[in-house]
């Protein structure tokens, strides 16, 4: 009976490691800075694993801090965080081996800037965050993200999850693949070519204009100008306090 319950308690714990870690069976801390001194952009290139990007005031370095996981001592060597300066540009890249064939690994790490310095995120997949950040451009494979307290223009480029866009004093535009797309708070709103997924858009001080929209519904609300919206597959559109001109597809007229 012992050694039965023990085979019992290493098979429990065996489980319960490939499910808390996948095929990462060792990881290592992985730390990059620099200071920004001179500095007039950042560039952040994440592969697999999440990437949290936080903006704070006053910071005088940019500073990294992940978890590199790999299924063996090999790959994981290989899984790094690289730190760059080429003029005036700072470059921070999650580099992963390649061939994922005979093994995985992944980079989960945080990025502290400041908040004044524009950006240039580019993800591949795992979950965003941004906050509290100055002008951004983004471009996201797959994965949720969230981006709030922009202090300038916000760009996305994204292929599929939901996203949450909070707060972009600026303009606000958006190509996207599929998922939700929320945008609450900005200066104007432009979504060239959305798939599918829901959009809502509200609070925002002047115009929204949504281009090529698939299917799932359109939610307008609080807009300090013009609402226009080009095409139009399935799902509803509606709209309230537009205090400018409104020109949607004639079938969703009022």
Known sequence: MRTLASLVLL?????????????CSV???????APTAGITRIVIIGR???????????ATQ??????ACASSRDRLSDTKLVLTRSGSDIRIEAVTPDNEMFGSSKLDFD????????????????????????????????????????NGNLSVHDGSGDMRLENVSGDVRIT??????????AGSVDIGNDGSGSVEIRNVKRDVHI?????????????GGNFRLGN???????????????????????
């Open 11 to 23: 098979l429990t714990a065996t489980t319960a490691s490939a499910d808390l870690f996948g095929d």
């Open 27 to 33: 990881s290592e801390k992985r730390n990059v800075a």
């Open 48 to 58: 697999a694993g999440w990437l949290h990007i936080n903006g704070h005031r006053g």
């Open 62 to 67: 940019v500073t990294a801090n992940g978890t």
């Open 111 to 150: 990025v502290v800037v400041p908040d004044t310095i524009p950006l240039v995120v580019e993800d591949g997949s795992g979950d965003l965050t941004i906050d509290n950040v100055g002008a951004s451009e983004v471009t996201d494979g797959s994965g949720d993200m969230t981006i709030r307290n922009v």
């Open 176 to 185: 996207d693949g599929s998922g939700g797309i929320e945008v609450l708070g």
């Open 211 to 223: 281009g090529n929209k698939g299917s799932g519904s359109v939610d307008v609300s609080d807009v």
């Open 232 to 254: 139009k597959g399935g799902g509803s559109v509606t709209w309230q306090r537009v205090a400018g001109h409104v020109d949607v597809p004639e079938r969703y007229r009022r």
